[in-house]
């Protein structure tokens, strides 16, 4: 899907770069191929360099500026790190895509594992949002795009803390964008359905329909400055449309249904 001049124009208008986490991989990647065909700039972070460098390779094809950050978000440092590493860019949005699921009983998680996931999805966000939102508010315009899920909206039992990480996303992104929208600031909250990306295999799901992160990419930019949260792709539509009607305990079951399917796998391999 290409991007349309008329977005390609608004993207811009935000500023000259984009600064993207989880840009080596999946729905951060996308993103980050449809802002470098806008024609911006594009600051690319992650932990995997081998994947970050294909990902900078691959942008090459577009007449964009590219730099590269390798940086291990759960690490506090690492987080203060790419912040003094983009001072001098002129950035105007901000793309919280880096993140990661864990999945299972919650008595058995590991409890480093699932504080390095606190770190990642809700810490290291926290930092880069607090930054951006305030060097946005000050220049009176920005944009702000943050990754939550449709499991952030209720309780999801056997990836019960995964869920809460993005519960507190889905939660900042919309008070952020109403505190900020008034400054000029565009924040976004995209919250997907199941992605066919790297994700499913590090959190230990067995996803059965998803979508690519091709189809989502899109619709998640399309969003911004239209919509304060956007379902991208018709799965995370239909899946969160066809829990509407429930009440939010009723909901909080029928998610034990669906990720105790996902998660099957791992309590017969036990
Ligand atoms: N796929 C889905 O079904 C789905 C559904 C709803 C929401 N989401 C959310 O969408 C976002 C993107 O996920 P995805 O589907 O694109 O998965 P993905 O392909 O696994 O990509 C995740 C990205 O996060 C980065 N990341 C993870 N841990 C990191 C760390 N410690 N430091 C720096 N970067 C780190 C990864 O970088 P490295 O590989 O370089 O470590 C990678 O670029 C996540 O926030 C996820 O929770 C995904």
């Known amino acids: 899907m290409a991007v349309s001049a ?6 811009r208008s935000y500023g000259p770069w984009a600064i993207v986490t989880g840009a080596s991989s999946g729905i951060g990647r996308e993103i980050a191929e ?22 900078r390779a691959s ?26 590493q983009v001072e001098g860019l002129d950035i105007g949005l901000y793309v919280a895509s880096a993140g990661f699921g864990t999945s299972g009983e919650f008595v058995k998680s590991s409890l480093e594992d699932e504080l ?20 946005f508010q000050e ?53 997907p359905g199941p992605v066919n990306t790297g994700f499913g295999d590090r959190a230990k799901m067995q996803m059965g329909q998803a979508l690519k992160p091709a189809d989502v990419g899109l619709p998640i930019l399309k969003a911004l400055g239209r919509k304060n949260t956007v379902l991208p792709g018709f799965l995370s539509k239909f899946l969160v449309g066809s829990l509407s009607m429930l009440p939010r305990w009723g909901k909080v079951r029928v998610m034990k249904l669906v990720m105790g399917g996902m998660t099957k796998h791992q309590r017969s391999a036990a």
Request: with cysteine; net charge positive; glycine share 8%.
């Open 6 to 11: 008329s977005l390609k124009k608004r993207l």
């Open 34 to 55: 449809r802002l470098a065909e806008a024609g911006l700039n594009l600051v690319l972070v992650g932990r995997n360099e081998k994947a970050l460098d294909e990902a």
């Open 59 to 84: 942008l090459e094809a577009y007449d964009a500026g590219i730099q590269v950050l390798y940086a291990d978000l759960s690490q506090r440092k690492e987080v203060e790190k790419v912040i003094q």
């Open 116 to 135: 390095n996931m606190l770190e990642v999805n809700c810490t290291a966000l926290f930092i880069l949002t607090h930054h951006f939102a305030k060097l």
């Open 139 to 191: 220049r009176g315009k920005g944009g702000i795009i943050l990754l939550s899920s449709i499991v952030g909206f209720q309780g999801a039992p056997y990836a019960a803390h995964y869920a809460a990480t993005k519960a507190y996303v889905q939660s900042l992104g919309e008070a952020l964008a109403v505190e900020l929208g008034s400054a000029g600031v565009k924040v976004l909250t995209a919250a």
